[in-house]
């Protein structure tokens, strides 16, 4: 069972920034795809940015520009930089690991993490 854990969420005022950090506990986490996700008050869970093994990052569009995924495989974490925060950012942000197989045969491994709130308002 692999652990991740969120940090950095809180209370930030509009046009601000914060650094969501994820640490998982395994050691094979460069193999993982890891994502970000985020949950807003009655709307369903949504992938914000994802970053796979090779470093390559995908963000959606209503985050582009504004926030970036990264990994420090070394330290077994993954960031989300986010810069000039609306308020539409209000949410639950949540940390997403996924691999497949190690194995031919094998089953694949999907993680989350207990989610941090991030709070945009005056």
């Known amino acids: 069972q692999v652990q991740l854990v969120e940090s950095g969420g809180g209370l930030v005022q509009p046009g601000g920034s914060l650094r969501l950090s994820c640490a998982a506990s395994?050691?094979?986490?460069?193999?993982?795809?890891m994502g970000w996700y985020r949950q807003a008050p009655g709307k369903q869970r949504e992938l914000i940015a994802s970053?796979?093994?090779?470093?390559?990052?995908v963000h959606i569009d209503s985050v582009k520009g504004r926030f970036t995924i990264s990994r420090d495989n070394a330290k077994r974490t993954v960031y989300l930089q986010m810069n000039t925060l609306k308020p539409d950012d209000t949410a639950v942000y949540y940390c997403?690991?996924?691999?497949?197989?190690?194995?031919?045969?094998?089953?694949?491994?999907?993680?989350w993490g207990q989610g941090t709130q991030v709070t945009v308002s005056s």
């Open positions: 997403n690991a996924v691999r497949p197989p190690l194995v031919p045969g094998g089953r694949g491994a999907e993680y």
């Open positions: 970053i796979d093994k090779d470093g390559r990052a």
């Open positions: 395994t050691i094979l986490f460069s193999v993982y795809t």
